[in-house]
Nanobody, 126 residues
Framework: QLQLVESGGGLVQPGGSLRLSCAAS????????IGWFRQAPGKEREGVFC???????SYADSVKGRFTISRDSAKNTVYLQMDYLKPEDTAIYYC????????????????????WGQGTQVTVSS
């Protein structure tokens, strides 16, 4: 059974950076597409970035040029590097995994994802 644990959240000033980690146990993340999602108070969960089994990527327009995603197979971890953070990036960030029918694709919509972590809080404020 795949288990996901997020870490790396915290309080950062506008313009700052954070790197979130999504560490897996139970099986290898290489068999899954991984997505990062966020949910702010009073808002629906939204997709931020995803990476396919073959490292294809998709992302939300709101994070273009500021966030990146990467895999470290040796550490069984996926990272979300967040730069030039804005107050509107404040949310709980979740990683999720699913085994896709098309290895080269991933989705920034939550529907196909079967496994979810518990989330990590990111607060961007001066």
């Amino acid at each position: 059974q795949l288990q996901l644990v997020e870490s790396g959240g915290g309080l950062v000033q506008p313009g700052g950076s954070l790197r979130l980690s999504c560490a897996a146990s139970g099986t290898t993340l290489d068999d899954y597409a991984i997505g990062w999602f966020r949910q702010a108070p009073g808002k629906e969960r939204e997709g931020v970035f995803c990476i396919s089994k073959t490292s294809g990527r998709s992302y939300a327009d709101s994070v273009k040029g500021r966030f990146t995603i990467s895999r470290d197979s040796a550490k069984n971890t996926v990272y979300l590097q967040m730069d030039y953070l804005k107050p509107e990036d404040t949310a709980i960030y979740y990683c999720a995994a699913h085994s896709p029918a098309t290895p080269s694709r991933c989705s920034i919509y939550p529907t196909p994802y079967d496994y979810w972590g518990q989330g990590t809080q990111v607060t961007v404020s001066s």
